[in-house]
């Protein structure tokens, strides 16, 4: 059962839940919950009387209130009903399927997703006149970077949290936010037999609708390594502090060529660094620096809009190269 996000029910005064002349409904009375009809919303009244006020179809969705009325899906259509059930509006979106449902709101619309790791969304206006099929916007796909870089720094068991980073690749939608992270990664476990030693460890991490999701694999390759050769990897948390900067400034979208479908933005790959020998280099925050070859980079690149200079190692042609230099 889906965690619904919780800003998704809109605060409203009591006196917004009744018609003209009907007695006032309390907003804390209406709950979702299954019945013989399938999921709906329903009310319970003060004297503990349940009122069915519309059927939401055979799977959960999160109770969506707005200006006293509330919002749902059923496949190929956005359905919104006022506080008595008796005025039901439908707006038909026949490209929307069924299991969508409303993962975010603004003050301009509803943004109706098919499945939690969407990249896409249905944005419908409000008056329920138009749909159309965009990005999930920026600002609804932020990812709390301390919290994630802490999980995995826990669940790697690294002594004194020492993790490098060997290699990286960041997939990002076309407004350059994160959805899908790998890493391989450097974890120091302590002196074996007096050696230090590192264990070899794969990070995913697949951005949701309910938030990151990350998965390990544990390479069980433990490594001696001297700390002149872990060195010349960035630390997890540099990296993190890096590819959060990236994603807070919005560097893919505002040095896009063209109209983007994706980006890549990847560390330690010896195809894209070596084409990207001779592209401009930029901050990590998106200004233009002087390239210093004892910084760390990672290196951004663009999926369809630009002119294509490379093709990656799974066979994705990109360009509009640019290397952002880590502080």
């Known amino acids: 059962m889906r965690r619904f996000l919780s800003f998704l029910l809109t605060a409203v005064l009591a006196l917004s839940l009744c018609s003209c002349g009907s007695p006032s409904r309390n907003a804390d009375n209406y709950y979702v919950d299954e019945t013989a009809n399938g999921w709906c919303i329903l009310y319970k009244d003060e004297d503990g009387t349940v009122e069915e ?3 939401m179809g055979d799977y959960r969705q999160p109770m969506v209130l707005d200006q006293g009325r509330f919002y749902f899906t059923q496949p190929g259509a956005l359905l919104s009903v006022n ?3 008796k005025d039901l509006q439908k707006l038909s979106i026949p490209d929307m399927p ?34 159309e099929k965009v990005t999930i916007p920026h600002k609804f796909r932020t990812i709390d970077y301390p919290a994630l870089l802490a999980q995995i720094v826990k669940d790697s068991g690294a002594v004194d949290n020492d993790i490098r ?10 407004n350059g936010s994160l959805t899908q992270l790998g890493l391989e990664l450097l974890v120091y476990i302590g002196e074996v037999s007096y050696t230090p030693t590192w264990n070899h460890i794969g990070v995913s991490v697949t951005v949701t ?10 390479h069980n390759l433990p490594l ?15 990296f993190f502090a890096a590819l959060q900067k990236a994603d807070t400034a919005e560097v893919a979208a505002k040095h896009a060529d063209g109209t983007a479908d994706a980006f890549f933005l990847v560390y330690a790959d010896e ?11 930029l901050t990590v925050t998106g200004e233009a620096t002087e390239r210093n070859d004892d910084a760390f980079h990672l290196i951004l690149a ?7 200079v490379m093709t990656d190692r799974r066979g994705t042609p990109c360009g509009n190269l640019l290397v952002l230099q880590a502080d």
């Open 53 to 55: 006020i519309a059927v």
């Open 83 to 85: 506080a008595d059930g």
């Open 98 to 131: 069924a299991g969508s449902y409303i993962a975010y709101m603004d003050e301009e619309g509803f943004y109706c997703v098919a499945e939690d790791a969407a990249t896409t969304c249905w944005q419908v206006d409000k008056a329920m006149k138009t749909a």
């Open 165 to 174: 980073v060997t290699n990286a690749r960041a997939e990002l939608d076309s």
């Open 209 to 218: 609708v309910q938030g990151p999701q990350v998965t390990y694999t544990d």
């Open 224 to 238: 001696s390594l001297g700390e002149d050769t872990v060195q010349q990897n960035i630390s997890l948390q540099d």
């Open 271 to 281: 195809d894209f660094a070596y084409n990207a020998a001779n592209a401009p280099t």
């Open 302 to 308: 663009q999926v369809g809009g630009t002119k294509e």
